[in-house]
């Protein structure tokens, strides 16, 4: 990590951090877990990143058949305007919902979940929600490195606009894919398309840069990420490819918001992008956007959605069913 000039450092000794009581207990238990040593290792060879993420992957789908069974999400691949994406399917869609469609991003530092791997996101929410979804299987680094993962998104967004009006599109996404989320406003924004009736980013990392106070409070206090130092600050590197991290299109915190649609933004207090989702929040209240912020107590990155029986992630959904109700048509 790097280091604060010692005029702007404060120096705070170690000290434990008690799991909250006030959250349910299958949180409780996901809250004090460990932090894993080997997530922050940053692979060296191209090779190396193909393998992690890899493996990566196919723990991640070795869960899907059974959430998609329990929650009775379809998922079909296809391909829309040469990108390849995942249509997602709830058992039975809402009166309201059926002209209303989810573009989804997933997350995974912008090199991880490659496939069926990334539709773990959307299938809660199809599920939970009643909402059809596509979506997105962006190109990613190593072989792909930014813009890649834009250009797709901004091409399946043009191509979704031909058939379903803006103002009943919702967009949504997690962490790396939150930021997607963003970026690809800009640039839609840019080459003159509507923007979308609503959407929804999760902890989004929307600064690749070392701002950001809980960059530097909530280190190892999260759980999930631990730290920038190592495997995150690699994945940036190997993304951005030696731009200047402060483009918006890799950091969209540093872009203009403003007409950007009504927003909810969710985190956690532990969450190592709590400050992420913090200023992005308030950076769209600054240009007029309608913005929402729920921050979870005790969470670190992406635990809102970690357990489907937690009631938190059930909660969790219903707030952003709400929004999008409001907001969609």
């Avoid at 995942?86 to 912008?110: I, M």
């Avoid at 980013?201 to 280190?219: I, Q």
Wanted: hydrophobic share 40%; aromatic share 8%; glycine share 8%.
């Amino acid at each position: 990590m790097s280091k604060k000039p010692i005029h702007q450092a404060r120096e705070i000794k170690t000290h434990s951090i008690p799991v909250p009581e006030s959250v349910s207990p299958r949180m409780q238990a996901i809250i004090a877990k460990p932090p894993d040593p080997a997530f922050n290792v940053a692979p060296r060879t191209n090779a190396e990143w193909k393998a992690r993420v890899a493996e990566t992957a196919r723990k991640v789908e070795a869960t899907l058949p059974k959430l998609r069974e329990a929650l009775g999400v379809s998922v079909d691949p296809t391909v829309i305007a040469g990108v390849k994406v995942f249509n997602v399917t709830p058992a039975s869609v809402p009166s309201d919902n059926r002209d209303r469609l989810l573009l989804h991003f997933h997350g995974g530092t912008r090199v991880s979940n490659p496939g069926a791997a990334g539709t773990r996101e959307a299938i809660l929410m199809a599920g939970f929600c009643g909402y059809r979804i596509i979506s997105v299987d962006y190109r990613m680094p190593p072989d792909f490195p930014f813009p890649a993962a834009l250009d797709d998104a901004v091409a399946v967004y043009r191509d979704v606009l031909q058939t379903t009006d803006a103002g009943k599109i919702g967009f949504f996404g997690t962490s790396a894919g939150g930021s997607l989320a963003f970026t690809t406003l800009l640039r839609a924004r840019a080459e003159g398309l509507p923007m979308p009736g609503a959407m929804a980013p999760g902890t989004p990392t929307v600064d690749l840069t070392d701002e950001g106070d809980s960059l530097y409070t909530n280190v190892f206090a999260d759980n999930v990420l631990g730290t920038r130092d190592g495997f995150i600050r690699a994945t940036v590197q190997l993304y951005a490819e030696g731009r200047d991290l402060k483009d918006p299109l890799l950091s969209p915190i540093y872009g203009d918001l403003k007409g950007f649609p009504p927003t909810i933004l969710t985190s956690g207090t532990r969450d190592l992008y709590l400050s992420n989702t913090v200023r992005m929040h308030r950076k769209l209240r600054a240009a007029g956007v309608d913005a929402a912020l729920q921050i979870w107590e005790g969470q670190s990155h992406t635990q809102y959605m970690a357990d489907i029986a937690a009631p938190e992630t059930k909660e969790y959904h219903g707030e952003v069913m709400r929004f999008f109700d409001l907001h969609l048509g």
